[in-house]
């Protein structure tokens, strides 16, 4: 391999200064540079309304706690409360509003950059560590969900501080007291914001089994089972919740229709294997982090360069535990949960990161070079959309969404204030409830599953009900892969497609015979409202 020449070897060194000064810096200051930034690029976004499972469940379960004092919101879902908590008692501070929501968010995904910025420090090296921090930060799915209020980002918080401490011990197998406990109290706060983030500690848990059955030292031997201790703390205050759950409501798991969309309807071979195929592509494909993995596979083909003073490389512990870690989220993720969102696996592409950023710079003299081009690619897919089916969170389409959405009951609520609105989720949820930042009354509204043609018929026999209608996109794909799902209507995504596609607002209008006064399109993202001039047509009956 050729050397470097002086100049940029210079500025490599220049950039591993500076990295090392930003590690030294304290960690409050580190977290408020963190935060600042957060804000900054994601100006445009921090006053926009309250988004899908953000309108449909957190906000409104975080009012529950906010004004009754309730963990549990009315509608008896289970998702653990402390999210709720947070959100609620921040709103007693500064009120309710959406800029606060979503100036907590930046707080917590600030909270999550730093986590990952030490974990890697400890880990590897300065340099390392703002790279990895940076490409989380800009990744498609992390800088989108940097401002919405899921409980995923919450538990991604809590896990990445406990992986920050956990993982840099696992290199020297032993730990303290002290830390034990703090890893494990990490991972009970994970739990209690999304039980799905219990999957971490059992994760480490079997691990930490397998690791125990196989050491002969008693010394490591007796490390392993307070290690084990420490992993099973989590599920104590996961599962008291569990029982106060149940003996306030009758209902273990959340009522029986969450029960049945999260976890019994999706128990089939069918939807396991379906689920597999969805979540590999999620892990080591989806907004562009097949780049960074590409790179690292190509980095095995070089050999090792030799260690410099302040660079490590990932010992073989650490290693398998993440390996372990992405692993076991890609098959409990595949089995068990109703939608296939990508936010689930928050905390696990800083994990992948990782993993690829120590082969690059193990064997290469340049992974800034490949840090750049990764952060190049991150970015670009926060605009430019693949030609296949995705969720609008995982990318800045969430925002067209949203924009469409309020441009419309703008639109009805200026020309039609009384109307009587035909429309679907979650638009009937924000046409209903003002708190959710769309309008500033409540419609009356008539709601439909979504707008395909056996939807729109149903519509269209009880004409009575409505005399406006909102509709819009329920399932978005992006322009030039419906124009190809169009055209290929033989193929199985093609007949899929037709199946189940929204209707296009001049079919609809012409079911239902409307007429179209108001329409925009994002990149995608539709929406259209039609008017039925129906009240009109009866009165001029009764008067002849």
């Known amino acids: 391999m050729t050397s470097q020449s002086p100049e940029k070897s210079e500025k490599v060194e220049g950039l591993e200064r500076a990295s090392e000064r930003l590690a030294r810096l304290p960690g409050g200051l580190l977290w ?23 309108g449909g469940y957190y906000i409104p379960a975080a009012l529950d706690f906010y ?67 940076l490409l989380t930060a800009v990744y ?16 991604a918080a809590f896990t990445l501080w406990a992986l920050a401490v956990y993982l840099p011990l696992n290199v020297r197998y032993e730990a303290t007291s002290a830390e034990r406990w703090k890893v494990a109290m990490l991972f009970s ?15 480490l848990l079997a691990l930490e089994g397998v690791r125990w059955f196989r050491e002969r030292s008693p010394e490591r031997r007796r490390e392993g089972m307070r290690w084990m201790g420490a ?32 976890a019994t309807a999706n128990l089939s071979v069918g939807h396991v294997f379906t689920a597999l195929r969805y979540r590999f592509l999620h892990l080591f494909w989806q907004r562009n982090i097949w780049l960074p993995i590409v790179l690292a596979l190509a980095c095995l083909l070089l050999p090792r360069r030799p260690q410099r003073e302040g660079r490590r490389s990932l010992s073989g512990a650490v290693r398998t535990a993440c390996l372990v870690l992405i692993a076991a989220n890609w098959v409990a993720f595949s089995v068990l949960g109703g939608a296939l969102l990508t936010r689930y ?98 419609t009356k509204v008539v709601s439909l599953e979504d707008f395909s043609a056996a939807e729109v018929q149903k519509a269209a026999a009880e004409p009575e009900r409505y005399d406006t209608a909102v509709v819009f996109t329920t399932h978005y794909l992006a322009p030039s892969f419906r124009r190809y799902l169009e055209t290929h209507p033989n193929g199985r995504r093609g007949r899929d497609y037709a199946a189940h596609r929204d209707l296009k607002p001049a079919e609809i209008a012409r079911m239902l015979h409307g007429q179209i006064v108001w329409m925009d399109d994002r990149n995608g993202e539709w929406a259209a409202v039609l008017r039925f001039n129906r009240s009109y047509e009866a009165r001029l009956a009764e008067e002849r």
């Not at 408020?32 to 899908?52: C, M, S």
């Open 32 to 54: 408020l540079l963190a935060f600042a930034a957060i804000l900054l690029t994601h100006w445009d976004l921090l006053r926009l309304p309250y988004f899908w499972d953000e």
């Open 67 to 133: 004004r009754h004092g309730w963990l549990i919101p009315v509608f008896t879902n289970a998702h653990p409360p402390l999210p709720n908590v947070l959100i609620g008692t921040w709103w007693h501070i500064t009120g309710f509003h959406i800029l606060a929501t979503r100036v907590l968010v930046c707080a917590v995904a600030a909270t999550c950059f730093s986590a990952v910025f030490v974990l890697a420090k400890r880990l590897l090296s300065a340099f390392s560590a703002l790279s990895i921090a």
């Open 140 to 155: 498609p799915i992390w800088f989108a969900q940097s401002t919405l209020a899921h409980a995923d980002i919450f538990a």
């Open 189 to 203: 706060l994970a739990a209690l914001s999304k039980e799905t983030a219990i999957l971490q500690p059992a994760a």
């Open 231 to 262: 992993m099973a703390v989590p599920f104590l205050p996961l599962i008291a919740w569990y029982v106060y759950h149940r003996a306030r409501t009758g209902f273990t798991f959340g009522n029986p229709t969450y029960l049945r969309y999260n």
């Open 345 to 442: 696996l928050l905390p696990i592409y800083p994990l992948i990161l990782l993993l690829c950023v120590d082969l690059w710079q193990e064997r290469t003299e340049k992974p800034w070079a490949f840090t750049a081009a990764t952060a190049a690619v991150f970015l670009s897919g926060l605009w430019i959309n693949p030609s296949t089916s995705f969720a609008p969170e995982d990318t800045l389409t969430y925002r067209d969404m949203i924009v469409v959405h309020q441009e419309a009951i703008a639109f009805v609520n200026a020309h039609y204030p009384d109307a009587t609105v035909l429309t679907a989720w979650p638009v009937s949820m924000d046409l209903f409830n003002p708190e959710l930042g769309y309008t500033n009354h409540r």
